[in-house]
């Protein structure tokens, strides 16, 4: 499967196009710190940082520049798999990084699920899916820079 990806006319437009290839990763590390840096943002007043700013405040443009962020991120990611896509399974930090994107949207989702999450209750779940969110999003982050060197 990863042979046929790779040997896609997508794959190969990009493999020959040295220009757009490197703006597709452009955007991808675009996507990636509009995800990351806004989530660390809220994670960051979920754990307790901030206290005079509502999380609510916070969380509104914060989820939105990270969803923009995510799927920037998805998007360019895909076209950036399939140029290398049989280096890329054989890679452990790319099942890491995929891990931890699954945790951190598993995370998202049970916050959500818990009740208004944006509002003064929860404390300490707050906090600990505050955590718990930034751990995933780093390892992602890590993971995903640690892909090139392996």
Known sequence: MAARLESSAPALFLQESGWIYAGVNTL???GVAL???AIVLLDL???GLWRSAPVATIAGPAVA???AGLGLAIASGAALFIVQATEYVANPFLYLKFSAILVGLLNIAALRLAGDWTGEGLGRR???A???SL???LTALTAGRM???W
């Open 28 to 30: 991808h590390v675009l």
């Open 35 to 37: 995800l990351v840096g």
């Open 135 to 137: 751990l995933a999003w």
């Open 130 to 132: 505050g955590l718990l």
């Open 126 to 128: 707050r906090a600990l």
């Open 45 to 47: 007043r979920l754990l």
């Open 65 to 67: 520049i990270a969803s």
């Open 147 to 149: 892909i090139a060197y």
